[in-house]
């Protein structure tokens, strides 16, 4: 993890850690903390405690999201003060709807000009974002917003497993992990396993992710927590509830920074210090889901 931040990580990009409530890289994001990244764009379709974490410890001058909070729980204080006090330093905002984020990346990686959505109509959306933008269907049969092409310069998206060329295999909740990836100038994959080519190969209809997009595989177990990785472990909900305190306190949160990503080397001491026992709780049963032949091509 600490290579592929430093090689693909860089002051000023945009950077986009995708998986909607599953599979979202906090390991990835605690390293760019610690490598002290500056003037980064986050970009999130749910910028949840991730964003909080970094934007409290100051990687980002911007943010590019849809629905922002700690989901179930409550808000994300980090965040909330950058926007309403500017302190220490103001946080720029652009917001979109779940599906605008989507339209936006899929123009991205598409490399389209724009997406076009009805869905805004009769919202306030195109109001407090100038970029969603009312345009007339050249086919004759009324208008549509338009929302532009996001191209982040990282994209990071956790799975279960990939082989080392970066064939990435997801299964459980998706999100726009695969579009994000495609729009993105330089991908980092984060996997609970690497596995060898042929489990792959037997599998093909579980790989969202080529290996001929992807710049770095890391092998992170538990890289997801407190989020979950369908089959791995389940979510942390302690973890979420937990942090709705800390987020409302500045001191509380960079308190929080220091003793689980600043002191510590990597995701090894933060599960070690997290502890075995909690760890055990979240092992989720057995739920097979059954197998497929695809048959022996002749």
Not at 38 to 56: E, F, G, K, S, V
Not at 144 to 155: H, Y
Not at 164 to 187: H, I, M, Y
Not at 258 to 265: G, Q, S
Request: a negative charge; one cysteine or more.
């Amino acid at each position: 993890m600490r290579d592929a931040i430093a090689d693909l990580v860089r002051d000023g990009d945009t950077v986009a850690i995708e998986g909607f409530t599953h599979l979202i890289s906090f390991a990835a994001g605690h390293e760019i903390i610690r490598q002290g990244r500056r003037d980064l764009t986050l970009a999130r379709l749910t910028p949840d405690l991730i964003y909080d974490q970094m934007i409290a410890a100051g990687v980002a001058r911007k943010l590019i999201f849809s629905w922002l909070g700690n989901p179930g729980v409550g808000g994300l204080g980090a965040i909330r003060r950058r926007i309403e006090t500017g302190e220490p330093a103001p946080l720029e905002v652009e917001e979109y709807s779940h599906f605008g984020m989507v339209g936006r990346y899929t123009a991205g990686a598409a490399n389209l000009p724009f997406f076009p959505i009805r869905s805004y109509f009769e919202t306030d959306m195109p109001a407090a974002n100038p970029l969603i933008r009312e345009i007339e269907s050249p086919y004759g049969d009324g208008k549509v917003f338009a929302v532009p092409p996001l191209k982040p310069g990282v994209t990071i998206v956790h799975a279960q497993r990939a082989d080392s060329a970066g064939n990435t295999q997801v299964w459980g909740l998706l999100g726009c992990q695969k579009e994000a990836a495609f729009a993105a100038d330089r991908v980092i994959v984060v996997v609970e396993e690497l596995v060898d080519e042929a489990v792959i190969r037997a599998d093909p209809n579980r790989t969202i992710i080529p290996g001929l997009i992807v710049d770095a595989v890391v092998v992170e177990p538990f890289g997801a927590h407190p989020s979950y990785v369908q089959g791995a472990y389940d979510r942390d909900n302690r973890f979420y509830l937990d942090w709705d305190a800390i987020t409302r306190d500045e001191e509380s949160i960079q308190g929080w920074l220091r003793d689980w990503v600043h002191d510590l080397d990597g995701r090894a001491a933060y599960v070690e210090k997290l502890g075995m026992e909690r760890v055990a709780a979240l092992k989720p049963g057995s739920a097979p889901s059954g197998s497929v032949d695809y048959g022996d091509y002749r």
